[in-house]
């Protein structure tokens, strides 16, 4: 079968995150997302890494290439021998033609996307507070929203800037012109299957583990 490479679409606020986490840790692969490439590479100083920090520093957006050679980079590393769970990569065609180019034959063998309403993850987002220190998630109801104070690591919980309601518009809006479009790239590959995100987080993550394993029993 080869590595197990899946491709994780939807909507911010779709719960890729957290879905991503539990079939980590199901399938014994890593979650790599976008940002967390980033970070990783700043941190560690890569040569990729030291390449994204200038633009960072610089204030600009990081290209396709920068990120395509991050992506192919951490494919080199140990724990994705087995496969990934790709979260944030591709954005776009660009990309996601790179990552065919990356992996080869032993390409991406599914791609689920989380389909949720526009409504409902405008709703997600609008109540989303995050911890600046550790990164840990709550809802404006939850205890430590309210207190400001993270119960993992004692951070600061916040609302993020990106998740103010003009933020919200503006993100879904950029995802419809340059992400939506590669559920079609996918669907022509017979690689797409669209899963009910709207739902509690074990039925979801029950759905795409019985996906998975239908497809791996082919």
């Not at 040569?47 to 395509?68: M, Q, W």
């Not at 590393?77 to 990356?102: H, M, S, V």
Request: glycine share 10%.
């Amino acid at each position: 079968m080869g590595r197990l490479i899946l491709v994780v679409l939807g909507k911010q606020g779709a719960g890729k995150g957290t879905q991503c986490k539990r079939l980590a840790e199901r399938f014994q692969i890593p979650h790599v997302s976008t940002g967390d490439m980033l970070r990783a590479a700043v941190k560690a100083g890569t040569p990729v890494g030291r390449d994204v920090a200038a633009v960072l520093e610089a204030g600009a957006l990081v290209s396709d290439d920068l990120v395509n050679r991050l992506v192919e980079e951490r494919f080199t590393q140990p724990d994705a021998a087995g496969g990934a769970l790709l979260d944030g990569f591709p954005r776009t065609f660009a990309q996601a033609e790179a990552l065919e180019a990356i992996l080869g034959e032993d390409g991406v063998k599914l791609c689920v996307n989380l389909d949720v309403p526009v409504e409902l993850v405008t709703q997600r987002l609008s109540a989303r507070r995050v911890c600046v220190d550790c990164g840990a998630i709550y809802t404006d109801t939850d205890p430590e929203a309210i207190s400001g104070v993270c119960s993992v690591c004692g951070g600061q919980v916040i609302q993020r800037a990106d998740d103010q309601p003009e933020a919200i518009r503006s993100r879904l809006e950029v995802y419809e012109r340059d992400t939506a479009p590669l559920l079609d790239f996918y669907r022509e590959r017979g690689l797409l299957v669209s899963v009910d995100g709207s739902r509690a987080p074990d039925e979801v993550t029950a759905d795409i583990v019985a996906v998975i394993g239908e497809r791996l029993s082919r």
